[in-house]
């Protein structure tokens, strides 16, 4: 018998979305009501790193341990990902009796995020993300990373573009199957150098609304939802150009109108989603003003499902942006204390 432990180990980063991701034609392949851009944010700063291993001997039940607890992984997603990446190893076998049977070991996961889990930071991206890519590297899979961004999808839409560093768009796609709903790099990192991310974590507790349970509500009730989705595609162009071109002043205005569009119809769906909070709303304000000051946008904030800011500048503003909001919101209660800002710049993926 083989009494042998297989391991792998890797870490995946956090995407922020600047078209976000908002709404499912199908909740259960994650298939979304429109496609979405993200930048993917340094790993050095925030990011998860994960273990998988797998053996004959382990207890017959697979396990995931994310921060030291252990998690439930009976859950259509988490299954979704084992059962996809355990058919392609169990392919490698047949085609070579000579591979250890490791798609039938059951598998224990060992995961850590340095950042907070479930406060809106993404974490369920770069989690997904890190799962898959270990799993993928445990099986010696030759899967490309856009293929492995379809495996990665089925755990959390978002996490399929934390496969890809630097600008990332995810394809809605059109297939009722999702085979054409996955991930690709729009451009890698180096080809913006200047582009920078301010953090700044205005709480760390847990969401109210998840995000799965906050999009079925807006796709079910909102009235501006389906405008929202009709004007997604010619803002998705119009990014891409900006980043191609490096142009911040359109990435920067695209960036914030289409956060705005998202909040709007979390505000029109019943009842209505807040992931907004005063705090979330000063940061716009410190934007508005730094952009009036400069003349021009040289800051741009964007919102996820909660009330964290990620405010994205070029490194030649540093000193109008990120001292700034230092001056202006380091007094705010709710920002001192608990509240901490993380600097981070794009980087290359897992
Ligand atoms: O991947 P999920 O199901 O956690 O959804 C993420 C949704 C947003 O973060 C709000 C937007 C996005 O595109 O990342």
Request: proline share 5%; aromatic share 8%.
């Amino acid at each position: 018998a083989d009494s042998k432990i297989y391991s792998a180990s890797t870490t995946a980063p956090v995407n922020i979305a600047v078209i976000k991701y908002w709404g499912k034609r199908d909740p259960k392949l994650n298939l979304p009501t429109n496609s979405s851009l993200s930048v993917t944010l340094s790993q050095a700063d925030l990011r998860t790193h994960t273990t998988a291993t797998c053996s004959a001997f382990f207890p017959a039940q697979d396990s995931l341990l994310l921060n030291g607890q252990l998690q439930d992984v009976s859950g259509a997603r988490t299954q979704a990902c084992f059962r996809e990446l355990r058919s392609l190893r169990a392919k490698l076998e047949e085609q070579d009796p000579q591979f250890p049977k490791l798609s039938r070991y059951p598998l224990r996961i060992v995961s850590e995020n340095n950042f907070p889990t479930a406060a809106g930071l993404a974490s369920s991206a770069a989690g997904f993300a890190a799962l898959v890519r270990a799993i993928a590297d445990l099986y010696q899979l030759k899967e490309s990373p856009v293929e492995l961004s379809r495996i990665a999808r089925q755990g959390s839409g978002s996490a399929c573009r934390s496969l890809f560093g630097g600008y990332v768009a995810w394809e809605m796609g059109q297939e009722a199957s999702g085979t054409d709903s996955t991930a690709v790099q729009v451009a890698p990192a180096e080809h913006w150098p200047e582009m920078q991310a301010l953090i700044l974590v205005v709480s760390a507790a847990k969401k109210g609304v998840s995000s799965t349970a906050g999009m079925q509500a807006t796709v079910a009730t909102s009235s501006l939802f389906p405008a929202r989705v009709a004007s997604v595609p010619q803002r998705m162009e119009d990014m891409i150009t900006a980043i191609k071109e490096q142009n911040f002043e359109s990435f920067g205005r695209l960036t914030m109108k289409d956060s705005n569009s998202f909040h709007a119809t979390c505000l029109d769906t019943e009842p209505p989603i807040f992931y907004l909070n005063d705090v979330s709303r000063a940061a716009i304000r410190v934007v508005e003003d730094i952009n009036k000051k400069a003349g021009k946008i040289v800051a741009a904030y964007t919102f996820d499902a909660g009330p964290n800011a990620v405010i994205y500048f070029e490194e030649k503003s540093t000193d109008a942006v990120a001292g700034v909001f230092k001056e202006r919101l380091g007094h705010l209660e709710g920002w001192t204390g608990k509240g901490e800002s993380i600097r981070a710049s794009a980087t290359e993926g897992v």
